[in-house]
């Protein structure tokens, strides 16, 4: 869940990491003890598991650029996801996770499917309650200091996956809540630098999830809104199928 | 006239205010490219020891001609292009419009220092008072456009679009208004017509903050060749599936012509979406916009079915930004031969702020290399087929870089 907000801005970024203030006197929990902690703090693994679906919806907005959008997400356990942004003169961007293939589709670039880094990155991230699933995401996780993000003294945890580079997240020592991620995401473009801040705790089915983004990417600033989130809501299971022209690409590289 | 000459007083000693507006033009220069150029030491400079140096021979300069040369001194330090002082009057002209983009319905181009009319859009108010491409628009409510086009053009380093846009503002205006016009025709006749302004050609297409703009998009067919223009690259919801839906309609085509000529550019990433229905090679690459903080690789991302016939790119001294990364990317992959004139060498947000002592400042944000290792800002596109428009073939009826194109591409199909 707390991947949802990056995964939708992969695409942009550059960052001034706002932090300081080391503390060296006190020992530093065990990055595991740190992630385990969200966990509880944000409804408890029992809470999670009696997730199977969640659909969210909320609003996208490009301030500096005037663009405000509608986005939707759905995702379902163990690791399908399909989301939708339609963003006014941008048009929609479709994208989605199903059976290890990631794709994307916009009226600007049109269908493709995602290889290499890009593909690791979408999913992995499509993994259905992440938070509980941390273990099967990341092989190496290490607390690295304490440092200030977002006004709150917070826990610097860097979680490495099995392929990509690590990420860096912020958790605040006083309430155990994810304050701010910042990774590498990569991008057809190229890599981008990603800083993202999340707040306004809401509990949906008993879990709490951050209703709140801004996120820096590639010099621009992108914020999300969640005003919903659906749990265990009936989703069309042909929603996580690819569409024709998405499938005749995947067609296509496979020579058929 | 007193708040210009206050403004702007081009010869003479100047006041103590004047000093000061002078003072403080010169720390947004260089502020404006401490933040905002592409380098965080721009040129490879110590930019701060620039300002040491250069603020000093600000302070001692007696007359506006001096301040200039200071201010350019120190953008030369820089050694790129698109860094410039314009003086007031000529700022001015480059500024110069009246609210509203009303239009009599014809386009222009500055073709050997005169404008010439290139295109009467038909049905218009100037097809119906018989307005020709190939007349010469002499004057435009009551400006002589020659000189005009002569003090622009003298300007080192301003765009030809930028010149382009100060003469076409002389030719449009509120929509409703009626214009005079003064043209030569095909004899060098004098006629006088007072034309009424009607709304542009296109539909409006809003984009966040920026002002709407009138955008169109034609396709037909020149025999068995596909041809393909369109005025900008914005309203993307409706312009990329026409493109898609031209260029699948071509799949049987002799080759395609992709005109954009006078298009300024616009939404970067439509470059890379139309080159997906041209090129069917995955991996590969217009160019690489490089910008403070980031990188961005302008990768394009093959369709499904992809145009694999020959394809003209007509391009012009008007063809700007968005323009130039589809035309040179495709030139640079060997995908386009280009048929032209070079292109405005303004792939990046060049942008004209004014000073506050009245002058324009011209700069750059970003530099765009394409995929063939040259920069594209200053440099532009070098079509492959110098081609110029003439105003006797204008008067003719042909457009000789169309002909070009097409004769090209019949060459193709007959070396098959």
């Known amino acids: 869940m707390r991947n949802l907000t990056r995964l939708i801005l992969s695409g942009v970024v550059a960052f001034g990491v706002a932090a300081s203030g080391l503390s060296l006197a006190q020992p530093l929990p065990k990055a595991e003890t740190i992630l385990d902690r969200y966990v509880e703090v944000t409804g408890g693994k029992a809470a999670y598991d009696q997730h199977k679906t969640e659909v969210l919806r909320g609003t996208i907005a490009f301030p500096a650029q005037g663009l405000t959008g509608q986005l939707t997400r759905y995702s379902a356990a163990p690791d399908k996801e399909y989301s939708m942004v339609e963003l006014g003169p941008i048009g929609k961007i479709e994208s989605g996770v199903a059976n290890g293939i990631a794709w994307e589709k916009s009226v600007i670039l049109g269908p493709r499917v995602k290889d290499g880094d890009e593909k690791d990155q979408a999913v992995r991230e499509s993994r259905f309650n992440a938070p509980v699933e941390w273990r099967k995401i990341y092989s190496k996780v290490e607390t690295t200091g304490v440092e200030t993000a977002e006004g709150e003294e917070c826990y610097k945890v860097v979680l490495t996956p099995s392929t990509g580079k690590p990420e860096t997240q912020f958790f605040s020592k006083k309430s155990g809540l994810l304050v701010k991620t910042t990774a590498t995401a990569a991008s057809p473009m190229g890599e981008v630098d990603v800083e993202v801040t999340v707040s306004d705790y809401k509990s949906f089915g008993g879990v709490l999830v951050p209703t709140r983004s801004k996120q820096k990417a590639g010099g621009q600033q992108l914020e999300i809104s969640i005003s919903n989130v659906g749990v265990n809501e009936a989703i069309p299971p042909d929603l996580f199928t690819p569409p024709a022209d998405v499938k005749a690409l995947i067609d296509k590289a496979k020579g058929k | ?241 026409s493109f898609g839906n031209a260029v699948e309609a071509c799949q049987r085509c002799d080759g395609m012509i992709i005109d954009l000529r006078g298009n300024p550019g616009g939404i970067g990433g439509m470059a890379m979406g139309m080159a997906g229905w041209l090129v069917d090679k995955p991996g590969q690459r217009l160019g690489t916009m490089y910008m403070r903080g980031a990188t961005l690789n302008f990768v394009i991302n093959p369709r499904a079915e992809t145009f694999n016939g020959p394809v003209a790119v007509l391009v012009d001294g008007s063809s700007a930004s968005t323009s130039e990364i589809f035309a040179g990317g495709l030139k640079d992959l060997g995908r386009a031969r280009i048929f032209g004139t070079r292109t405005a060498a303004a792939a990046l947000p060049s942008l004209i702020a004014k000073l506050p002592n009245g002058d324009g400042f011209q700069y750059a944000i970003a530099n765009y290399i394409s995929e063939g290792g040259k920069p594209l800002e200053g440099n532009g596109v070098t079509p492959d087929v110098e081609v110029k428009l003439t105003r006797d073939a204008l008067l003719a009826g042909h457009d000789p870089v169309v002909d070009a194109a097409l004769d090209w591409i019949q060459k193709r199909k007959g070396a098959k």
């Open chain 2, 1 to 241: 006239m007193a708040l210009i000459l206050a403004g702007a007083p081009l010869y003479g000693q100047l006041t103590g205010a004047q000093k000061q507006l002078n003072l403080d033009s010169f720390e947004t220069v260089w502020t404006t490219i401490r933040d905002q150029h592409w380098e965080k030491n721009p040129g490879g400079l110590d930019w701060q020891a620039v300002h040491d140096e250069f603020r000093p021979k600000i302070e001692k300069t007696e007359t506006m001609e001096d301040v200039r040369a200071v201010l350019r001194d120190m953008l030369d330090r820089l050694h790129q292009s698109h860094f410039a002082i314009l003086p007031f009057a000529i700022y001015q002209d480059i500024e110069h419009s009246e609210e509203g983009d009303g239009t009599p319905g014809f386009d222009v181009r500055a073709l050997d220092g005169r404008a010439i009319v290139t295109e009467v859009a038909p049905g218009s108010v100037a097809a119906k008072a018989r307005v020709q491409a190939g007349w010469e628009v002499a004057s435009a409510a009551g400006k002589d456009l020659a000189p005009l086009i002569a003090q622009l053009a003298s300007v080192p380093d301003l765009h030809e679009l930028a010149l382009e846009r100060a003469v076409m503002a002389r030719i449009t205006g509120p929509a409703g208004a009626t214009r005079r016009f003064i043209f030569l025709d095909g004899a060098n006749a004098s006629r006088t017509l007072d034309l009424r302004l009607a709304p542009p050609r296109g539909e409006m297409a809003p984009f966040g903050n920026l002002p709407p703009q009138h955008v169109w998009f034609e396709s037909k067919k020149l025999g068995n060749t596909g041809y393909v223009r369109f005025n900008m690259f914005l309203d993307l919801v409706r312009v990329m599936p």
